[in-house]
């Protein structure tokens, strides 16, 4: 930090020079570019989708909850350094920085024995996901799932994301 620099910085720069990478492939369709992500790869997944209008469809597994009730909650194991973005979060919660992608498809996939993630939280964050893609008139274009399970992005819920994303 001293020196200028975050690791959600890097990982952003990272995962938007990625698109740009992708982009200069003859084997990939610029107009289907999307990205998936578990965990802190969810994180990274909604913040390349909020940042960059390439990405076309979006998931975010195992990372979708308020900020406040997240820190409420779970202060121990809450987010760390590397998802520490300094300010943001005195103006924007994860749902807002996710809605910056609106009204582009995104599918938020969450366990419901998830133990990282306050169940409050998780269900604050689907409300202002629901009431951000139907303001913009794209509610069909939202897919938010809960599935039984742990923190984990099993073969089911692999279908289900690659099925919504197809």
Known sequence: YTAGFTWPGVMCTDDV????????RPD???RRIGCVGLSVGGFRSIHLAALDERIKAAVAVGWMTSFPHQIKSHVRWTVGHSMLVPGLYRHLDYPDVAALATPRPLMVVHGSRDTLFAPDGVRAAFDTLEACWRKAGASERLALRVHDTPHEFNRTMQA???AWLE
Do not use: I, S
């Open 17 to 24: 020079r990625t698109v740009d990478y992708l982009l200069t």
């Open 28 to 30: 990939v369709d610029p």
């Open 160 to 162: 289900d994301a690659w």
